[in-house]
C-alpha cells in the first residue's frame, strides 16, 4: 500500500483537496453548524477553485506520466509506435474516466499494435493488488508487461499505476502490481461474459463508445493521429476469432 500510496503527491493533494470540497458542500447542503456552514458566494468560490485545481493537478499528473512512459521505453525496438499508442489510448482512459475496461482496452491496443507490426501477446487472467486478486487483462511485448487499464479499475482499492515495459509510471519503479496469479476462485460475471464472445469484431462493435462503431472508432482515432488509415471495415472480418491467451 505504502509504496502506490505515497508515490504521487500530486495525486494525495487532489484527492485531499476534493475531500474537503465535498466536506463544504455537505454541510452547507445539510445547513449543519449554522454559524460555520460557507455562504453561497463563498462555496462558489471554493467550487472554482477547487475544479482548477483538479484541472491543473491531472494535467501535471498526465505530463509526469508521459514523461516516465517516455523513459521506460527509451532505446526499445518500435519505441515511437508504442508511445503513441499507449499515449493516446491512455489520455482516452483519463478524459472519458474509462473505468473497468480492461477486456475492451487490451483489445484495442492488441490491434493497434498488430497493425503496426508490433508483436504483442494479449494475456487474460488474474492479477493482485496487495492483497486483492481480480480478473484482468494485460499485454506482454517481448514477455515486458504493459497494462494501463489498472489505473482505472472498478474498485478503487484496485488501482495502481499505468504499467509500461514493467514499469509504474507513476512512481517510475517496477510495478508491485502481481500478474499471471492463481487465486482459485471463479472468473467475475463480466469476464464470463467477455470470454462467451468468439469473434473479436463483434464484441468491440457491441461497445457504448460509439453508436455504429464500438471501440473500432477509438482504434481509427488513434491510428489517424499517428498517421496511418485503417479500413475499419476489413478488420472487422479480419478479427474473427478470439486473439488473447488465458494464464
Not at 453561497?40 to 512512459?69: D, H, S, W, Y
Not at 508504442?82 to 489520455?91: E, K, R
Request: with cysteine.
Amino acid at each position: 500500500m505504502k509504496n502506490r500510496t505515497t508515490a504521487n503527491s500530486g495525486y494525495n493533494k487532489l484527492r485531499h483537496y476534493v475531500q474537503n470540497c465535498t466536506i463544504n458542500f455537505h454541510n452547507f447542503v445539510l445547513g449543519h453548524r449554522k454559524n460555520s456552514a460557507p455562504k453561497l458566494p463563498q462555496l462558489l468560490v471554493a467550487a472554482g477553485r477547487c475544479e482548477q485545481f483538479i484541472q491543473t493537478e491531472i494535467q501535471n499528473m498526465t505530463q509526469n506520466m508521459k514523461q516516465n512512459l517516455n523513459t521506460a521505453i527509451s532505446g526499445i525496438q518500435n519505441e515511437k509506435n508504442i508511445n503513441g499508442i499507449f499515449s493516446n489510448v491512455l489520455d482516452i482512459m483519463i478524459n472519458a474516466d474509462w473505468k473497468g475496461a480492461c477486456h475492451e482496452s487490451c483489445a484495442a491496443l492488441h490491434i493497434l499494435l498488430n497493425e503496426f507490426g508490433i508483436s504483442n501477446v494479449w494475456l487474460v487472467g488474474e492479477a493482485k493488488v496487495n492483497e486483492g486478486f481480480f480478473d484482468h487483462s494485460w499485454i506482454e511485448i517481448d514477455s515486458n508487461v504493459y497494462d494501463i487499464a489498472i489505473f482505472k479499475p472498478l474498485k478503487e482499492i484496485l488501482k495502481n499505476g499505468p504499467v509500461i515495459n514493467g514499469i509504474d509510471i507513476i512512481t517510475n519503479q517496477p510495478t508491485t502490481t502481481q500478474y499471471g496469479v492463481k487465486s482459485g476462485l471463479p472468473d467475475h460475471a463480466m469476464t464470463e461474459v467477455f470470454k462467451s464472445f468468439t469473434n473479436l469484431g463483434e464484441y468491440l462493435l457491441g461497445s457504448p463508445m460509439h453508436p455504429t462503431l464500438g471501440t473500432w472508432k477509438m482504434i481509427d482515432y488513434v491510428a489517424q493521429k499517428l498517421g496511418k488509415k485503417l479500413d475499419i471495415s476489413t478488420l472487422i472480418k479480419k478479427y474473427n476469432s478470439q486473439y488473447y491467451t488465458v494464464v
